[in-house]
């Protein structure tokens, strides 16, 4: 199951003015467009087009942007993913707006089946979704697609119940790249094989294709070839990662500054170990400079490996400040992140004492987010990351729209006139 | 504070062996008797939301509803998934706007009503046209 231009859709739900017009929803910082509506999309913009791009033709396209209110898309989506949780005991909640179920039934049983969930999602949250339904992973990701394109369908496609010539026809139209699980960095060197469709993926010898590639391409094509390789993830054990990175309203343009960005980026990835009860034991900085901006490029970067698995947010930031002395006074930097990698649970292994962190002790960090979560985020920080008035990198959101589910504050209005 | 509520007999001669206990926690004796039935308090959630995938909160703006117990400002509890009736008051689209009014569905027609004389009513020419946002399940007002 996959929510149709999912951000876009759930800005709809309580903005029914959006209904039938293009709706686009920018990145972090209103760079970008991230989704598109079918309307959008029509227009010719593409994923990711820059914001300043799109602007100039938006009123005369009667085009609507908005920000990304990632407090909606997340309650929308938890309600989709409930919702669907009673059509199947085993669900693996792929992204924020897709999700795999495990289901089992005759053809046209699982046919309906897949139409009384997208159903139930237009009814109860309120939100387009397409369903595919497949034998593997990989197909019915595959099935899903072809219901979004092909109108026919009516938003549900069960991969078996299509002619095979049929099937045929649409893997061999399509670019190998276009399959999940094929990065488009690979396209060439899969080219050079002779691969350029999904058909002739499909086709290859997946031993060959483990050789050359990879265990994981290898699955791929035996998925294509109808045989369950991908298990279902009914709970992910181990996060590998968690990654903080945002681009700035206003670039960086100093190492003093980035310091302060470094520290505000470390509490923030503390405050989130600490909720999955999880601690790191190497963490990567790193800031670009515009990617529109081909001179005076600068992407910096550091790996720190952490004397102790921690999620402590003082060890974490002084391990982030390492790439200040990295940063180009003068350059501008539009963004900037924090990433912590080798992550496993914390306490489950209890350092000597001797090791054990001097500010886990004193539970600084499960201290800082009790502030934040009373005064607000920006409340209290990390010494330069605790600033009057926060600080004027912070993520812009101009057109965001209100927060209708998660803020008593800002509901939905409906009109009594 | 806990000894007073297990009073025990002291037998003469014999000293009582003193245990101490947090004041809230009953450790030895009696278990309270209101435990067994003791299983949380009233959660309004429980009550008041039949289905949380389906059911939004919102505001209402306006006096057209006065009639119906529901005024300006209130907040009211809305449910996607139910089947609108003749006499529900739902949420419903006009002019890509979410607006409140009272279904009547009958032999004449369907209306959209108003509770207040001072706005009329609206006629809709098919059930199908109309688009009924969610149904109305309580009204939160404030007294």
Redesign the interface.
């Given at each position: 199951m996959d929510v149709n231009s999912f951000y876009a859709s759930a800005e709809r739900i309580?903005?029914?003015?959006l209904?039938g017009r293009p709706v686009i929803v920018l990145s972090n910082n209103d760079g970008c467009a991230v989704t598109r509506s079918d309307e959008a999309k029509a227009l010719g913009i593409v994923l990711g087009e820059p914001w300043f791009r799109i602007a100039p033709r938006a009123k005369e396209w009667g085009l609507q942007a908005r920000s990304s209110n990632y407090e909606l898309y997340g309650s929308i989506s938890s309600?989709?993913m409930?919702?669907l949780a009673r059509y199947s005991a085993w669900q693996e909640v792929y992204s924020i707006d897709e999700c795999f179920l495990g289901v089992k039934g005759s053809g046209e049983d699982l046919l309906d089946l897949g139409r009384a969930m997208k159903e139930?999602c237009r009814?109860?949250?309120?939100v387009p979704v397409c369903v595919g339904i497949a034998p593997t992973k990989t197909l019915a990701k595959l099935s899903n697609k072809w219901a979004k394109k092909n109108k026919a369908f009516g938003g549900v496609c069960r991969w078996e119940s299509v002619p095979a010539a049929e099937r045929e026809a649409l893997m061999a139209r399509l670019p190998v790249n276009e399959i999940w699980g094929v990065a488009t960095r690979l396209t060439k060197r899969l080219a050079g094989m002779g691969i350029y469709s999904i058909k002739d993926l499909a086709c290859a010898d997946a031993v060959m294709i483990r050789d050359k590639f990879s265990v994981v391409m290898m699955r791929t094509v035996l998925e294509l070839q109808g045989t369950p390789c991908i298990p279902m993830e009914e709970e992910r054990i181990g996060r590998e990662q968690l990654i903080f990175s945002r681009s700035f309203s206003t670039p960086i343009r100093t190492g003093l500054d980035m310091r302060q960005v470094m520290s505000v980026y470390a509490q923030q990835a503390s405050a989130r170990l600490a909720k999955h009860q999880l601690q790191a034991k190497v963490l990567t900085a790193f800031a670009a400079t515009s990617y529109y901006n081909p001179a005076d490029t600068s992407y910096p970067s550091v790996v720190v490996p952490l004397p102790m698995p921690t999620a402590d947010p003082v060890i974490l930031a002084k391990a982030a400040h390492a790439l200040v002395p990295r940063i180009h006074d003068g350059l501008k930097y539009v963004r900037a992140g924090i990433m912590v990698t080798d992550l496993r649970p914390s306490g489950n292994q209890p350092p000597l004492a001797l090791f054990e962190n001097a500010h886990e002790e004193r539970r600084i960090g499960p201290l800082i987010e009790d502030v934040a979560k009373r005064f607000g985020r920006g409340s209290i920080g990390l010494g330069v990351a605790g600033l009057k008035g926060g600080p004027d990198w912070s993520m812009k959101r101009d057109m965001l729209s209100p927060r209708?589910?998660t803020e008593w504050t800002e509901?939905?209005?409906?009109?009594?006139? | 504070m806990s000894l007073a509520l297990n009073p025990r007999v002291i037998v003469a001669g014999v000293v009582p062996w003193l245990v101490p206990v947090a004041p809230v926690t009953v450790e030895c004796g009696y278990p309270s008797p209101a435990q067994d039935y003791f299983s949380g308090e009233i959660d309004l959630n429980e009550h008041l939301i039949q289905d949380k995938t389906s059911t939004f909160i919102v505001r209402v703006a306006g006096d057209s509803m006065q009639g119906a117990g529901i005024s300006d400002g209130d907040e009211l509890i809305v449910n996607k998934a139910l089947e609108p009736k003749d006499g529900s008051v739902v949420v419903a689209i006009l002019d890509g706007e979410l607006t409140i009014k009272r279904l009547r569905i009958t032999a004449a027609g369907v209306v959209l009503e108003a509770a207040n004389p001072k706005y009329p009513s609206i006629r809709v020419p098919e059930l199908s046209e109309l688009r009924i946002w969610g149904v109305v399940t309580r009204c939160l007002h404030y007294v």
């Open positions: 309580f903005d029914p003015s209904e309600r989709v409930i919702l139930a009814r109860h949250v309120g209708y589910t509901l939905p209005v409906v009109k009594a006139a | -």
